[in-house]
């Protein structure tokens, strides 16, 4: 069992910066691919991001590549999400997840076996 706490979020201005942090205890965060995903009101789970194990390997869905950047450190058991230029269309409820599979399709939700409880990201225009 793991438990998931995210950090971070907040009020930013369009294209403005947040680092999101998703702290792990319970077991060593190098055990699982870690994914982000964010959810705004009245629509469905969206993935955001994901990394492997080891870090070697990234994932992203198009809106944000070369905006956002996920990254782990194992050592701290940390996971994190930087994000940056910003849009108002990001703004979400952003939750990290963590998967036991060593390869799986890591951009849906079912993947994943345990979550957080969620950082609130909102965007002003």
């Known amino acids: 069992q793991v438990q998931l706490v995210e950090s971070g979020g907040g009020l930013v201005q369009a294209g403005g910066s947040l680092r999101l942090s998703c702290a792990a205890s319970?077991?060593?965060?190098?055990?699982?691919?870690m994914g982000w995903f964010r959810q705004a009101p009245g629509k469905e789970r969206e993935f955001v991001a994901a990394?492997?194990?080891?870090?070697?390997?990234?994932y992203y869905t198009d809106s944000v590549k070369g905006r956002f950047t996920v990254s782990r450190d194992n050592a701290a058991n940390t996971v994190y999400l930087q994000m940056d230029s910003l849009k108002p269309e990001d703004a979400a409820v952003y939750s990290c997840a963590a998967s036991r599979k060593y390869s799986g399709n890591y951009r849906v939700g079912f993947e994943y076996d345990y979550w957080g409880q969620g950082t609130q990201v909102t965007v002003s225009s």
């Open positions: 990394i492997s194990w080891s870090g070697s390997t990234t």
């Open positions: 319970g077991r060593p965060l190098s055990s699982y691919a």
